[in-house]
């Protein structure tokens, strides 16, 4: 099994920033592309930055410019460095990996439990 878990989420004002990380473990034969959803009340699991074992990004258009995901593949960690923070910004925002344990055949979806961000004055 892989075990995600976040860190670095909070309340921040306007136009702060702050710094999510995600540190996967477990019995990882391998992790593939990872990333970060979001999720506000009454709203549904949105994709806001996703990054390929290589290298590669993506970004939900309402993001591009002022967040940047990347990850240290060395330490199974992925990032998400959040500026120009609105009161939009503010949900659950939750890990992913595509990832392949020791143990069993195939690649699967893990998900982490959720770090809420909460941007408000």
């Known amino acids: 099994q892989v075990q995600l878990v976040e860190s670095g989420g909070g309340l921040v004002q306007p136009g702060g920033s702050l710094r999510l990380s995600c540190a996967a473990s477990g019995s990882i034969f391998s992790i593939y592309g990872m990333g970060w959803y979001r999720q506000a009340p009454g709203n549904e699991r949105e994709l806001v930055a996703v990054?390929?074992?290589?290298?590669?990004?993506d970004y939900a258009a309402s993001v591009k410019g002022r967040f940047t995901i990347s990850r240290d593949n060395a330490k199974n960690t992925v990032y998400l460095q959040m500026n120009s923070l609105k009161p939009e910004d503010t949900a659950v925002y939750y890990c992913?990996?595509?990832?392949?344990?020791?143990?069993?055949?195939?690649?699967?979806?893990?998900w982490g439990q959720g770090t809420q961000v909460t941007v408000s004055s």
């Open positions: 990054i390929s074992s290589g290298g590669s990004t």
């Open positions: 992913h990996a595509r990832a392949r344990s020791d143990y069993v055949a195939g690649a699967y979806d893990y």
